[in-house]
């Protein structure tokens, strides 16, 4: 089976060099950020599930009662014991995935997070991978920071998306797996962007750097990857 038009389109390029070029440009053109690192979230979100951990409200992805057509993401919500660690935010578009995956490397919105406006929007009905992206650095307070610091106890978890045809529902996904390439082999992995023998049908992937030695750049990825149950 030939590959599909999607998968022969991507070639991010430009992935593997953006925490590079937002050192580059927190050291030179944005040291604010270095001598007053943002204080505040980006983009918060008071709106909640009122419970989070209950099932039996769950509409599960095999019994479609109601549906929610694709649309783009407006708020992510990653519940934690740790306020500290919970994520509730907003989400703003990124176009030109494909071609590389390079949030804002300066500005208000440096430490959000965006949502791929050319991979499928999720829906109740996906038949590819949505994907949202976003910096993490250790001299700039952003969103993804998160994940890195509770990077060992996502597997299992959930992560809830409202989409702009969501209304008040939720898309609840489950985190099934996380990776840590160099990010000269993320472009290759099938096991996040497909392939024939790979579906990606119901799922979203979250993608940032992994944070290691805060004396360096970042010369790997963080990937979680999380599949659609349901909506509550």
Known sequence: MAKSARHRRFKPRR??????????????AGLVYIAQPADKDVLPINDRPQETTSVQTTQSIDQPEQSIPASPVTQIFLP???????????VLPLDNCRSGIVPPLDGEYIGAVFGCTDYEYPST????????????SCLV????????RQLESLVGREIWVKTQTSGDKWLVYQI????EPPKDE???MEVIWGSPRVSTA?????????????????TNNLVVMSRFTGIR
């Open 176 to 179: 099934e797996s996380t990776f």
């Open 141 to 148: 307070d952003t969103v993804f920071n998160r994940l890195n």
């Open 125 to 136: 009905s996906s038949t590819s991978l949505s994907v949202l992206a976003g910096h993490s």
């Open 80 to 90: 934690s014991e740790d306020s500290n660690l919970e994520i509730n935010n907003g």
């Open 15 to 28: 992935w593997p060099f953006f925490v590079f070029l937002a050192l580059m440009v927190a050291a030179v």
């Open 186 to 188: 993320l472009s290759s």
């Open 202 to 218: 119901g799922k979203l992937a979250l993608i940032t750097c992994l944070l290691g030695d805060c004396g360096g750049v970042s």
